[in-house]
């Protein structure tokens, strides 16, 4: 018969390993969900929330981790702005996670927590607006929609890739998101 306390611990070590997460992480993990840093001071309840923490975290599709929420997804959809902007090169979790190490000087973006998440953010935001042209600033009349802020800028920089003509705003207001979207296919398109 099988110890489950093995079989949880060999559990964690590839929950660890499929999620890029070091030592030092997979500890800070264990410290925060069960008051203990060692695998070997915890009983197997101990370990199963060890486990479940790390899976929770995961994307299911990338397998990398990272932090869940509101300021999450916001911290998602503008990487996905950048993408459909020409100036991010690789939309996926992978991506998006390294980039909030770096500007967060975390180990692993699962431990971003929410004055990291409001870091990358504004970083994400100066970028777009630096290397694209994205207008952030409140205006008086015209819409504050960040997506239509980023659809103008799109249709700016496919103005000056393909002489395109004047940009009609009810053309775009039906369905934010798709309009992103095939504006982001025409961007990589015509920078290609």
Not at 30 to 50: C, H, I, P
Not at 82 to 95: E, S, T, Y
């Amino acid at each position: 018969m099988t110890d489950p306390r093995a079989r949880l611990r060999r559990g964690i070590f590839a929950a660890c390993r499929g999620s890029g997460l070091s030592d030092e992480d997979r500890r800070a993990v264990q410290l925060e969900v069960t008051g203990r840093a060692s695998l070997t001071d915890m009983s197997a309840g101990d370990m199963r929330r060890v486990l479940d923490s790390l899976n929770r975290g995961r994307s299911r599709t990338t397998g990398v981790l990272l932090p869940r929420g509101a300021l999450a997804r916001k911290m998602q959809a503008l990487w996905l702005s950048g993408w459909n902007l020409g100036v991010v090169r690789d939309p996926g979790h992978r991506a998006l996670a390294a980039f909030v190490c770096r500007t967060a000087g975390l180990d692993s973006a699962l431990w971003a927590d929410e004055r990291h998440q409001s870091m990358v953010i504004e970083a994400l935001k100066a970028m777009l607006a630096r290397d694209a042209g994205v207008d952030w600033s409140p205006r008086k009349s015209g819409s504050n929609d960040p997506q239509i802020r980023v659809i103008e800028a799109q249709l700016d920089i496919l103005r000056g890739l393909r002489g395109l003509g004047r940009y009609d705003e009810e053309t775009v207001c039906e369905n934010p998101v798709d309009e992103m979207n095939r504006l982001g296919r025409l961007i990589r398109e015509a920078s290609g």
